[in-house]
């Protein structure tokens, strides 16, 4: 009898682990190994060309925090396009999930609609806000038409304006996703709570302030937590639309390491390993952000 349980148990344990193993495989092949690739070559001077290797030691770590200016400049880029995205995409995508949510007529035809550009492609993005704010492009043409411009903008010789555009076509791509995330925190608010705050004569935004806002906060939090990690992160956008044009003021972080130091994208003979040094700093930072924030954001897991 024990036996049999014993076998049974191996059964169980066998399958689970054979459950598992893409998933598993996958982290040790697509993301351990290359983390201790990059976190190897960062010591190195490495063009992908072995005869030229030569360990330099902290050498790429001393460049990057006393030499290097552009990459600082691209984190300025990047907290600018943050800045300038998030305040805009998550009130929009919280407002729109409360329309939702009130028994829009066709909910469920917005919802697949605001969601579809999650699922088109960085590159196609990037391609289509290209060519709507082009110097002849459809903006351009309807601004023209309604008398608000007498003469073509070139929105993507201003860094102020090319931002502008980024930040438009981001909030297009993702915000849907982000309407799915607050429709489902919605949905977990009580409807007793509305409905003894109308009892008591409560408005539609002291409802909203004290009973949905409080409600939802804690997964509010995590909603903003993955918003930010998303747009810090953010690169295959921005190579795809302006490639850091005007002179570089629009690179992110990200963008500005894939386009200059990761084969495929760089120049020939770029110094892969100084690439690797940048992304083991940038990895660095970006985790001490995650951390703060969730330091600070802590007390909004127990408003209820």
């Known amino acids: ?28 092949v697509f993301s351990l190994y290359p983390i201790l690739w990059a976190a190897q070559k960062a010591f190195y001077y490495y063009n992908g ?4 290797t030569r360990f330099v030691g902290f050498g790429n770590f ?11 400049e691209t984190w300025g880029n990047t907290l600018l396009f943050t800045f300038g995205k998030l305040p805009l995409e998550l009130p929009l995508a919280l407002l729109i999930a ?43 043409a309807w601004l023209t038409n309604i008398g608000l411009i007498d003469v073509p903008i070139d929105w993507f010789s201003n860094a102020w304006t ?43 935004w002291k409802t909203f302030w004290h009973i949905t806002l409080p409600m939802i906060a804690p997964v509010f939090s995590t909603i903003l937590l993955l918003a930010i990690n998303g747009t810090l992160q953010t690169s295959e956008y921005i ?22 130091f990761v084969p495929g994208f760089a120049e020939g003979g770029a110094n892969v390993g100084y690439g690797c040094a940048l992304s083991l700093v940038t990895a660095v930072i970006m985790g001490l952000v995650a951390l703060a924030y969730t330091k600070a954001t802590a007390k909004l897991q127990d408003i209820y």
């Open 162 to 204: 090319a931002r502008l555009v980024l930040i438009i076509g981001s909030v297009w791509s993702s915000f849907g996703i982000n309407v799915l995330y607050f429709i489902s925190a919605l949905a977990n608010v009580p409807e007793e709570l509305y409905e003894s705050a109308k009892l008591d004569g409560a408005s539609g």
């Open 98 to 140: 409360l329309c939702l949510r009130r028994g829009l007529k066709g909910a469920g035809f917005f919802r697949a609609a605001f969601y579809l550009p999650c699922v088109i492609s960085i590159a196609i993005t990037g391609l289509i806000f290209t060519n709507l704010f082009d110097y002849f492009g459809l903006i351009n």
């Open 49 to 52: 060309t072995p005869s030229a």
């Open 1 to 28: 009898m024990k036996e049999r349980k014993w076998n049974r148990k191996v059964r169980k344990t066998v399958s689970c682990y054979a459950i598992l193993s893409p998933q598993i495989i996958g982290f040790f």
């Open 62 to 72: 001393v460049k990057i925090f006393t030499i290097d200016s552009t990459y600082w």
């Open 239 to 260: 190579l795809a639309t302006t490639r850091g044009a005007p002179h570089g003021s629009t690179y992110t972080v990200m963008a500005y390491v894939i386009n200059r």
